[in-house]
């Protein structure tokens, strides 16, 4: 199990707690994340999205959004395409998943995400469900949530909070702590 500081675990639960309106993360640190496959759309691009495939090159930041196009995912989306060369520096690739479709998905990745990392559907909310991101109080969205799962696939850190703002910075932060980080080889 990778090494994860006792201030992320508790600002996890903090956020976890403090956060209105969705449900909590079941995954733990330290706990296996559900290998899953989905389509997913890069760049307007479609393909077949492999978690197990993807922690094979490194860490992955999981994130699920409600909903494509709304105000704040947007907004979540273009924060992560501004940092995604900070993340491939740690050696991480980033996945967004929300129940949208996949043409959904397809013009997002290309407006919202420009092009620099892929967004995956999940309609049935299978891979939401697995991961607990369900919204409590709107059961057809996805929470806004987030996951750093190590190469192990193990969960490294998690944060939910629906406003999008600080997802990005805390990603990057548990990255930063993973044993490794700064050696890890970039993408």
Same mark, same amino acid.
């Given at each position: 199990?990778?090494?994860? @500081?006792?201030?992320?675990?508790?600002a996890?639960?903090?956020?976890?707690?403090?956060?209105?309106?969705?449900?909590?993360?079941?995954?733990?640190?330290?706990? @296996?994340? @559900?290998?899953?496959?989905?389509?997913?759309?890069?760049?307007?691009?479609?393909?077949?999205y492999?978690?197990?495939?993807?922690l094979?090159?490194?860490?992955?930041?999981?994130?699920?959004?409600?909903?494509?196009?709304?105000a704040?995912?947007?907004?979540?989306a273009?924060a992560f395409?501004?940092?995604?060369?900070?993340?491939?520096?740690?050696?991480?690739?980033?996945?967004?998943?929300?129940?949208?479709d996949?043409?959904t998905?397809?013009?997002f990745?290309?407006?919202?995400c420009?092009?620099?990392?892929?967004?995956?559907?999940?309609e049935?909310k299978a891979?939401?469900?697995?991961f607990?991101?369900l919204?409590?109080?709107?059961?057809?969205?996805?929470?806004?949530?987030?996951?750093?799962?190590?190469p192990?696939?193990?969960?490294?850190?998690?944060?939910?909070?629906?406003n999008?703002?600080?997802h990005?910075?805390?990603?990057?932060?548990a990255?930063?702590?993973l044993?490794?980080?700064?050696?890890?080889?970039?993408?």
């Amino acid at each position: 199990m990778a090494f994860v @500081p006792l201030s992320w675990r508790l600002a996890g639960a903090l956020a976890i707690a403090l956060a209105g309106g969705g449900a909590q993360a079941a995954l733990d640190i330290g706990d @296996p994340a @559900p290998a899953f496959t989905a389509p997913a759309a890069l760049g307007g691009q479609v393909f077949r999205y492999s978690l197990k495939d993807e922690l094979a090159k490194g860490p992955v930041v999981l994130y699920f959004f409600p909903a494509a196009d709304s105000a704040d995912c947007s907004i979540e989306a273009h924060a992560f395409a501004e940092a995604i060369d900070q993340f491939k520096a740690l050696g991480a690739s980033v996945i967004g998943v929300s129940a949208d479709d996949i043409g959904t998905l397809t013009k997002f990745s290309v407006k919202s995400c420009q092009s620099r990392f892929p967004v995956a559907s999940d309609e049935g909310k299978a891979v939401i469900r697995s991961f607990d991101a369900l919204m409590q109080t709107r059961p057809d969205f996805a929470n806004r949530l987030s996951y750093v799962i190590a190469p192990d696939g193990r969960v490294a850190a998690y944060y939910q909070n629906l406003n999008p703002g600080r997802h990005v910075e805390r990603m990057l932060g548990a990255l930063r702590s993973l044993p490794g980080a700064a050696r890890a080889p970039a993408r």
